[in-house]
């Protein structure tokens, strides 16, 4: 059997209409296009212009669910939640992840977090401050079970080669995104 799959894709979850389409019609949509798969990975809940509402968490389990039980593709429940500590931790709870059916990771531009000053801060790319994103994102693969890290290295440098060899390790997938693709030849 092919396997065609989007694992991630935003809904009206993310808040700020980030995305315009809710759980029904994404699984509508991924049906129409033949994919068999999906994941719904609205952006963590410390993203300050994006991020979903956790009390919202059991509401979209519920249309994941209405849209498994009513469509010809599977539908996952997932979150793209952002680092926020250096030790790894994420911006969403435990209890919450227990929800989830899986759970992708990055950083993105507008979360509040404690170890990055990166954007006014003319040290950002300094060989420093990429060791302490690079140890953050690796914590995290330790900590959590990840399956897919988003557009790495687009908002924050880091030690691709490092980080590759740490999801290997945990069995962790980087998305290569061509809207989110960063990456040089080498990395």
Do not use: W
């Not at 092919?2 to 700020?16: L, T």
Request: aromatic content about 6%; hydrophobic content about 35%; overall charge positive.
């Amino acid at each position: 059997m092919e396997m065609k799959a989007d694992y991630h894709i935003h809904s009206i979850y993310s808040k700020r209409i980030h995305a315009k389409h809710t759980i029904a019609q994404l699984a509508e949509q991924a049906e129409k296009l033949g994919l068999t798969e999906i994941a719904i990975t609205d952006h963590g809940p410390k993203h300050l212009l994006f991020g979903i509402n956790p009390k919202k968490i059991d509401k979209a389990k519920q249309e994941v669910e209405q849209a498994n039980n009513s469509r010809n593709v599977k539908v996952y429940l997932g979150i793209e939640a952002n680092i926020v500590g250096q030790d790894g931790t994420i911006d969403i709870s435990d209890e919450d992840i227990q929800k989830l059916d899986i759970l992708l990771m990055g950083y993105h531009k507008g979360t509040k977090c404690d170890f990055i000053r990166y954007f006014f801060n003319s040290k950002r790319n300094s060989a420093e401050q990429i060791e302490k994103n690079t140890q953050a994102y690796i914590n995290a693969i330790n900590k959590y079970n990840i399956a897919i890290i988003t557009h790495l290295n687009e908002y924050i440098k880091v030690d691709v080669k490092r980080i590759a060899e740490a999801c290997a390790k945990k069995g962790t997938f980087i998305e290569l995104n061509r809207r989110h693709l960063k990456l040089t030849k080498e990395d």
